[in-house]
């Protein structure tokens, strides 16, 4: 099987050039030795835009600023403690082995790998299942209050995909504990004078001066006043684009702007098509829905997932016997069982409620049950483990989960894809950098539960801040840029002009309507299941969708204000582009692989074929126009230490 | 359900503000507090009208970016976030007055959004251990007592949304100061900078503007995230101490 797409050319082929040959587990000690140093005197004449306030944003510029470089932070929220690494509830993986069970950085490794469907870099996995059990340590010393065991030591529980128990985490808002971690850490650095810190002022481009990445155009959302500010290298860490579906789990004004901005400018976008569903989100309950929850796959521990074993059985949870329901995780997948990776699970519940066996309105859920828990352990101990996702459930639904099980629904939660980067974490453009969530680099095509917190750590606490010393080492006296150099003139107007133009169209719909009406075309046709023809249509209604939005969009008030209808309009501008990219890519892989399902490529018993032979690569993408062609850069992938194999888990 | 909103309009930082009255219609129970004002705001787009800036963002209950005075309550009458407020609280028919935070030290922005920097500048002055990445030593050379940990995350729960103050008659920022100050300084990784860190913090707290605590108890009542009135008391004993134990200050 080929590519059957032709609206693309085809470049030259892509390779990290960084990561060092030899023993995987002994390339990033060899990298950090290789790499050059910046004179700890030397540091505080460099300055370091960071652009987020995440997990990885917040650790890379509290750490960027202890090391001495001046850092120039941003953030579109109010406080950059409410980025949305806040929400995570789950957990932090780390290969502690602290249980005995056989865990170790071998098996993080692999299991990433893995649980990835051989689609991410060997070198890059590796280093980051090292770093795990460093992390861990920098969390605790800053007071992070994980759940501890009755001897003061640290707890650990089980999450899908792996049959060790590595999850770290901090009841149901592991996200916040951590986040606060690093948010104090940067406040620590901005009350030191180390951290310049812009907060409600959200990047609208990027400034690029003789090929290298040189600083950024943004907006103050108070004021709507355009500024320029200059650094000697831009690092991303804005997170990823998953609200390009409208509904996600993903914070209302998470956003793609900066990433795509980026890519505009020469940064290559790789594998924007990984996308992950994830099992366990609460249902949707109208028209009205504005964005989707998600409930801990942390509950996969202990509820137990079923739907009726007869179509269209109406009766309520509690009056269908046990020997009509069907456990369907279970009976497929026996030696997982409910902990089955994402990607996995979610298109399981898809089959069942396609096959007319969902339950709830419309006939999408499927029942997450805690009866048995409730027998075996208590409700006292499941209160414990699960009391504050039990009672944002209850409050959502006005259901009581302790006595009628959870109705829950797949819902896009995560995107593997990003920016493309090496070894270094380097995008195409020198000097631009991209982590955590914005990068493409380290869940192959699926990621694991609990491994979003530790990618975001790792590449913001321990990878960037010794990568990025290498680049500044080597480029130490770049020529200044203010913003009377051209190019930032033309940057600037370019921004101003595209604002301009959102308020001056003054149509008939509203930013909304378009997002809900672009998001709901990909979650048809590029969602859980994807098809060549449903992709072609895709592909041919989103430059309709394009046209009609720049005639009759309507943006109230000016840009010369706080208005939050032009900054949801401006990110509806590229989420116009991006989707045509991911609906492009998702074309082009004519294989299924971890969360990218093709309808034309399944095993006989309808699980994810992968085609190895044409497709162990990942697609970097370069951009040439809005609507037109793309180049297609193909990295491809060696696997030297995890062989492919089909995934199992039954 | 139809709905009689009346929501304060404020158009800049230094603008006279107002309540302005709006009817809204086909609500349903399962909405959201904010999916019935995003009801409302894609119709006053429609009519040409601005819409009303309200703060928001992961819309689960723990960003802390929802902030807005509903019928008097901050959070409005249930205990929890704005974002998971649903129209099941009201009735149809019912008038709803919808307003920002009122707090000196939180001055509005726009309509319903304010700027609650000066949390922020509270945790500048000392709401963190010095640990600089790279310098830990292992998770488990110091065990925290169970019941340490869960006291330290107890406090560590507050989302920074600021109710407390909003709900406080004098518009005292206590809770949200003192929550930080007890989950830091149960820990032994707080230790070694617990007087250091209250004294600064309580500074820094009277600095930014924030009234006297008398210890009315509205702020525990409207935190979303229950934490505790002990809290203050926790802080008052720790303030005493660290000022007993710090000559000269």
Not at chain 1, 388 to 402: G, H, S
Not at chain 2, 5 to 28: F, N, P
Not at chain 2, 75 to 97: K, V
Request: aromatic share 8%; hydrophobic share 35%.
């Amino acid at each position: 099987m080929t590519s059957e797409y032709t609206e693309f050319t085809t470049g030259e082929p892509l390779a990290d050039h960084k990561a060092p040959a030899g023993p995987v587990g002994e390339r990033w000690d060899t990298r950090r030795f290789e790499a050059r140093l910046v004179n700890p005197a030397n540091r505080r004449r460099h300055t370091v835009i960071v652009v987020g306030t995440g997990l990885a944003g917040g650790s890379a510029g509290a750490t960027l600023a202890e090391q001495g470089y001046h850092v120039v932070q941003f953030c579109y929220q109010d406080s950059p403690r409410r980025a949305h690494s806040i929400a995570a509830q789950g957990g932090i993986n780390a290969a502690k082995n602290y249980r005995n069970d056989g865990d170790s950085v071998h098996r993080l490794f692999y299991d990433t790998v893995k649980g990835g469907d051989f689609r991410a870099r060997e070198s890059n996995v590796h280093r980051l299942a090292q770093i795990s059990v460093e992390i861990i340590d920098q969390c605790v010393a800053q007071g992070v209050p994980f759940a501890r065991e009755y001897g003061g030591l640290l707890d650990t529980r089980s999450f899908g995909g792996v049959q060790v128990s590595r999850t770290f985490y901090a009841r149901g808002q592991t996200g916040q504990q951590l986040l606060l971690g690093a948010y104090q850490a940067l406040s620590r650095q901005i009350a030191a004078g180390n951290v310049e810190m812009h907060a409600r002022t959200e990047m609208l481009d990027l400034i690029v001066v003789d090929g290298r990445a040189r600083g950024i155009v943004a907006r103050d959302l108070i004021t709507g006043e355009i500024s320029s500010h200059f650094a000697d290298a831009v690092v991303l860490a804005s997170g990823g684009y998953g609200n390009v579906f409208y509904l996600s789990t993903n914070a209302m004004n998470s956003n793609a702007t900066a990433v795509w901005r980026a890519h505009r400018r020469g940064a290559h976008f790789a594998n924007p098509c990984f996308t992950q569903i994830h099992p366990t989100c609460i249902p949707r309950t109208g028209d009205h829905q504005s964005k989707l929850t998600l409930m801990s796959e942390s509950l996969r521990n202990d509820g137990r997932i079923w739907v009726p074993k007869a179509k269209g059985d109406t009766r309520p949870a509690n009056e269908i016997p046990e020997d009509e329901r069907d456990y369907y995780l279970e009976r497929i997948y026996p030696s997982f069982g409910n902990l089955v990776p994402r990607d996995i699970a979610s298109r399981a519940a898809k089959n069942v409620c396609d096959e007319g066996r969902g339950v709830g309105p419309g006939g999408q859920g499927v029942y997450l049950d805690f009866a048995d828990a409730v027998r075996r352990m208590g409700r006292k101990a499941v209160e414990e483990k699960y009391g504050n996702l039990f009672d944002m459930y209850a409050r959502i639904t006005a259901e009581d989960p302790y006595t009628v099980p959870m109705r829950i629904y797949p819902a896009v939660h995560y995107t593997m894809g990003g920016l493309w980067v090496d070894y270094d974490l380097q995008t195409t453009v020198p000097g631009l950098f991209a982590i955590g969530e914005a990068n493409f680099s380290d869940h192959g095509a699926n990621r694991l539960g609990a491994s979003a917190l530790m990618q975001g750590l790792a590449d913001g606490y321990f990878v960037l801040p010794a990568t990025i010393n290498d680049y500044l080492a080597r480029n130490p006296g770049q020529d200044r840029v203010d913003a009377q150099h051209p190019v930032v003139q033309e940057v600037l107007a370019e921004t101003e002009d595209r604002l301009n133009l959102l308020l001056s169209v003054g149509g008939d719909r509203t930013p909304d309507s378009f997002h809900r009406e672009l998001g709901e075309l990909m979650w048809e046709f590029c969602g859980m299941a994807r098809s060549g023809s449903g992709l072609r249509k895709a592909l041919e209604r989103i430059p309709q969708i394009r046209e009609e939005f720049w005639r009759r969009i309507k943006v109230p008030g000016t840009g010369e204000e706080f208005n939050q209808s032009l900054e949801k309009a401006n990110r509806i501008v590229d989420y116009l582009e991006l989707a045509e990219l991911m609906c492009l890519d998702a074309l082009h892989r004519a294989e299924s692989c971890g969360g990218h399902f093709r309808e034309e490529s399944q095993t006989p018993d309808g699980e994810a074929a992968r085609d190895d032979d044409n497709f162990a690569y990942a697609a970097a993408w370069a951009f040439t126009g809005t609507g037109e062609a793309p180049i297609l850069h193909k990295e491809d992938l060696v696997f030297e230490y995890v062989h492919p194999t089909q995934r199992s888990y039954a | 359900m139809k709905l009689t909103l009346r929501v304060w309009r404020q158009r800049a930082a230094d603008a006279d503000g107002a309540m302005s009255t709006y009817e809204v219609d086909g609500i349903s129970a399962d909405m959201s507090f904010l999916e019935m004002l995003d009801t409302l705001n894609e119709e006053l787009i429609l009519t040409g009208e601005d819409p009303v800036a309200f703060d928001h963002d992961c819309r689960e209950g723990i960003c802390g970016a929802c902030s807005l005075v509903i019928n008097g309550d901050a959070h409005g009458p249930e205990r929890t976030t704005t974002c998971q407020l649903h129209m099941r609280s009201f009735a149809d028919g019912d008038t709803i007055d919808v307003e920002p935070w009122r707090a000196a030290a939180f001055p509005v922005v726009k309509d319903l959004v304010v700027d609650r920097s000066a949390f922020d500048r509270i945790i500048q002055a000392g709401g963190y251990v010095t640990a600089p990445t790279g310098a830990a030593p292992e998770a488990h050379a110091t065990p925290v007592p169970k019941p340490d940990a869960d006291l330290a995350f107890e406090h560590a729960e507050c989302i920074g949304c600021g109710a407390c103050v909003a709900a406080c008659p004098n518009g005292a920022a206590m809770l949200f100061t003192s929550a930080k100050v007890n989950h830091l300084n149960v820990l032994p990784q707080g230790a070694p900078e617990r007087e250091t860190r209250v004294l600064d913090m309580v500074a820094q707290m009277d600095e930014e503007g924030f009234g006297g605590c008398t210890l009315a108890g509205e702020c525990a009542t409207a935190c979303p995230k229950g934490i505790p009135l002990v809290s203050i008391t926790g802080m008052n004993k720790e303030w005493l101490r660290a000022t007993r134990k710090v000559s000269g200050r």
